[in-house]
């Protein structure tokens, strides 16, 4: 059963950084596209970023362009998020998720991602 855990959430001020990390285990491939969403408070989720099963190709809402950065480690099997000039309208609950299909290029979309961690917070404060 594959399984995403993801860590590195916390409370930063307002133009810190943090880094989120995703493990992924219950299999042996890391040919998977995987990617970044959050849910803010009283609001749906929303995409982040993405990446390609390889790495070679990356995805940003446009929201975080610049500040976010997405990175896969096939050797680990993890996926990362490194969030730099944090803002309090970054505040929410960060998932990683990861499609089922090998050799996928990211997406997007939730509905395309087969596999979900169970989120972590992260709260910039003003």
């Known amino acids: 059963q594959v399984q995403l855990v993801e860590s590195g959430g916390g409370l930063v001020q307002a133009g810190g950084s943090l880094r989120l990390s995703c493990a992924v285990s219950?299999?042996?491939?890391?040919?998977?596209?995987m990617g970044w969403f959050r849910q803010p408070p009283g609001k749906e989720r929303e995409f982040v970023a993405a990446?390609?099963?390889?790495?070679?190709?990356?995805y940003y809402a446009d929201s975080v362009k610049g500040r976010l950065t997405i990175s896969k480690d096939n050797a680990k099997n993890t996926v990362a998020l490194q969030m730099n000039s944090l803002k309090p309208e970054d505040t929410a609950v960060y998932y990683c998720?990861?499609?089922?299909?090998?050799?996928?290029?990211?997406?997007?979309?939730?509905?395309?991602?087969?596999?979900w961690g169970q989120g972590t917070q992260v709260t910039v404060s003003s």
């Open positions: 998720a990861s499609t089922a299909r090998p050799f996928s290029l990211g997406s997007y979309y939730p509905y395309d991602y087969n596999y």
């Open positions: 990446i390609s099963w390889s790495g070679a190709d990356t």
């Open positions: 219950g299999r042996t491939s890391s040919n998977y596209a």
